[in-house]
């Protein structure tokens, strides 16, 4: 079973910086999402397995960047710029049967309890 770690969420003002972290159990094709009180789950990043590809979503294109340190089995999300509307539960997600990334909720198996992400205005 792999199991997905979170952590890094919290309070920021808006314009401020997090970085959360995510361990795998195990080498993946990762992504992060969010998903805010009454909204859909959306795709924000996602990194290939041997991290030399990634994919952004728009809202958090040229704000928001996904990196990995395969050693670790862990991948971060950095987040600059943040606006209060980036306000939401954060989680990351593991691909079993492709290394390549994807911003599709469907298309991961596996995924971590969330982390809150809070912005202030």
């Known amino acids: 079973q792999v199991q997905l770690v979170e952590s890094g969420g919290g309070l920021v003002q808006a314009g401020g910086s997090l970085r959360l972290s995510c361990a795998a159990s195990g080498s993946y094709a990762m992504g992060w999402f969010r998903q805010a009180p009454g909204k859909e789950r959306e795709g924000l990043a996602s990194?290939?397995?041997?991290?030399?590809?990634?994919s952004y979503g728009d809202s958090v294109s040229g704000r928001f960047t996904i990196s990995r340190d395969n050693a670790k089995n862990t991948v971060y999300l950095q987040m600059n710029s943040l606006k209060p509307e980036d306000t939401a539960v954060y989680y990351c997600?593991?691909?079993?049967?492709?290394?390549?990334?994807?911003?599709?909720?469907?298309?991961?198996?596996?995924w971590g309890q969330g982390t809150q992400v809070t912005v202030s205005s």
């Open positions: 997600a593991a691909r079993e049967r492709s290394r390549a990334t994807s911003l599709r909720r469907d298309d991961y198996q596996y």
């Open positions: 990194i290939s397995m041997g991290g030399s590809i990634t």
